[in-house]
């Protein structure tokens, strides 16, 4: 199965690369932006007997090494 | 006196820490590769030291708190050794769960490189004691990521136990409540952006630095 793990700073955590990237699209005229926030995309193949196997997997993985949970919150989804 | 510096692929700082114990302390220092799982026998300092281990792959020091070494460093930290994490150390022994909080990204989005004056907020650390009646130092920092984060009810009681050991009079980076340097629990554990490291004689601006290794070695 695929799995796609998407980690992003949480609400309460400032993400400055968001803001500065925000601040640089309404510098080119993309005046009704708001909220960007700058996370990473990890994708990878694991092999599980099904896709509930597969999600509890992939959240540990989360929760020990993916994402860092003092800052950082994740998505998980799982594709055949 | 016996101190360890551990060695990361893409530690940077690993010689300046051992040259700046040797000359602060005279202790004899052992370089100990993250691959190993043991450390020398009957070390009363470990530091782990600043640099871009693993490349910074994934988060700072994320890797780096899963290296081998770093179970026995936890074992020793257990035990009530003394362990410093300076700069990428200190982002180690945060991803290690070893210390709370983490560090982010400058909220300015720069490296930042200058000395910095801190404030001694608590004198009575094994790491502060030697500093005596001194309540500032001066010591560089050189950071990216060097932007100390806690959820309130963290630094609320990290400022409550005095854990907050050092902290910017100006703060370089967005760190919160401008901390520089805390200790955990139990007090044995620190970590700290600025550098001791770059701070140990005259000749580097601020001798300041040696007198944390000295304080850290004292008990030893």
Not at chain 2, 157 to 170: A, D, H, N, P
Not at chain 2, 180 to 202: Q, S
Request: aromatic residues 6%; contains cysteine; proline residues 3%.
């Amino acid at each position: 199965m695929k799995a796609k793990v998407e980690v992003f700073l949480k609400a309460g955590v400032l993400d400055v690369e968001g803001k500065a990237i925000e601040g640089a699209l309404h510098g080119l005229g993309f005046a009704d932006v708001s909220g960007v926030r700058v996370g990473k995309t990890i994708e990878f193949e694991v092999a599980a007997a099904d896709r509930v196997a597969a999600e509890a997997e992939v959240k540990a993985m989360c929760e020990r090494l993916l994402a860092n949970t003092v800052i950082e919150g994740y998505r998980v989804e799982i594709a055949a | 006196m016996k101190a360890a510096v551990v060695v990361f692929p893409g530690s940077i700082c690993d010689r300046d820490c051992k040259v700046a114990i040797e000359r602060s302390t005279g202790a004899h220092v052992d370089m100990v590769w993250h691959a190993e799982s043991e450390l020398p026998k009957g070390l009363d300092l470990i530091v782990l030291p600043g640099g871009f281990s693993y490349g910074d792959y994934l988060r700072c020091g994320a890797m780096a708190a899963l290296s081998p070494v770093m179970r026995a460093v936890a074992a020793e930290a257990e035990r009530g050794t003394a362990v410093v994490g300076i700069c990428n150390g200190f982002q180690v022994l945060c991803e290690a769960r070893i210390l709370p909080g983490a560090l982010l990204r400058n909220a300015a989005l720069k490296y930042v490189c200058k000395a910095v004056d801190l404030d001694i907020v608590n004198g009575q650390t094994r790491f502060t004691a030697a500093y005596g009646d001194r309540r500032e130092a001066t010591m560089t920092v050189g950071n990216g990521e060097g932007n100390f984060f806690a959820d309130e009810a963290t630094l609320d009681r990290l400022e409550g136990e005095g854990q907050v050991v050092f902290r910017y009079r100006q703060n370089p980076n967005g760190s919160a409540r401008a901390i520089a340097g805390i200790v955990n629990g139990r007090g044995n554990v620190l970590g700290i952006m600025p550098h001791p490291d770059r701070a140990f004689e005259a000749e580097l601006g601020s001798a300041d630095g040696a007198i944390l290794f000295q304080s850290a070695l004292a008990s030893a």
